[in-house]
């Protein structure tokens, strides 16, 4: 295939596939309308809240698909010591982060379901680096776990509204802000320093066991630890940072999550987790880990425009034989150019090279 007429997502698309394929998970195809209650019922889980819908020719309410995992999770089913890991490359209709409009967003991702242990989320997140590379240019995954925060913000205060008024501080790395929110609920300096080291956090892989040194033990801690010694030996431990700061809702997601960004596009790119609480809200019982890639964010980094539309622009008249046309054109694609044969000049076609016909074959 000549690559010089693929876009770049159909590139990264490309490349994707192959991906996981090779990791051993299975293609996921499904219908582009999906029950509109599945939505309405699940909407705390959804990027955003705004659905097409309309009526089905029986009267049923049907939804032009705003999401994969929600239509993967209800078509699964829970079976001990089995995992269902499956990749997508689908359509989704929903209102763009970069145009803030309903658009056709392209969207490839992959997601673990089942007994989800140790190793398949560091899998995951190994996934993840190399969807970034496939891309190409600059990259950066950050991780966390929204257990270490959780706990600590739980130490902190026993106030039920503390929480997410700092973690939305801890969130923006805005350390003011949270010193506002400590004071106003009788937070002392050394539980707000606790937080603030949270706050700025951001380690490679190796630099992870110092830092958790320092930390209260628990659950998240060795977990974090285990992953970051994973991780330190793997061929991306210098494109991944753990950053502490880094929340996610906790309604959808619980332990690891991470977000994926390029040079050149300021939002993420990538984001991901596990989200064993979506699981159970669906009625399932298995545990699950995934991401997704937001293709349309694509279109902010430059694609550099080629410099012709075609190499040959042929010319010919009603005065020139079919097969003479065939002929001339197709040795010249015969030998890797590109050509089309018109009657006279497109008015905006860029050309390389115009052979005429019309003149005995004379090139100009």
Known sequence: MNDAVLTREERVVFALRDLYRRYGYLPYRMSKFEEYEL??????FMVGDRVIAFNDTNGKMLALKPDVTLSIIKGGEDRPGEKQKVYYDENVYRVSRSTHRFKEIRQAGL??????????IFETVSLAAKSLEAIGGEYLLTVSHLGLLTDALSRTSTDPAFP????ACIAGKNAHDLKTVCDRFGVGEGDYDALCRLLAANFAPSDVPAFLSTCPKSEAAEEIG??????SASPYADKIRFDFS???DVNYYNGFIFKGFLRGIASDVLSGGQYDGMMNKLGRTSRAVGFALYLDLLEALDEPEPGYDVDVLLLYDGGNDPAVIAKEADAIRAAGKTCTAQHAIPEKLRYRELKDLRKEGTQC
């Not at 939505?39 to 705390?44: D, F, G, Q, S």
């Not at 997410?164 to 973690?167: D, F, I, K, L």
């Open 164 to 167: 997410s008024e700092a973690n």
């Open 39 to 44: 939505y309405v019922r699940n909407k705390e």
């Open 111 to 120: 997601e673990c379901i089942g007994e989800v242990d140790l190793y398949d």
């Open 226 to 231: 285990r992953l970051a010694a994973l991780l």
């Open 246 to 248: 880094l929340t996610g």
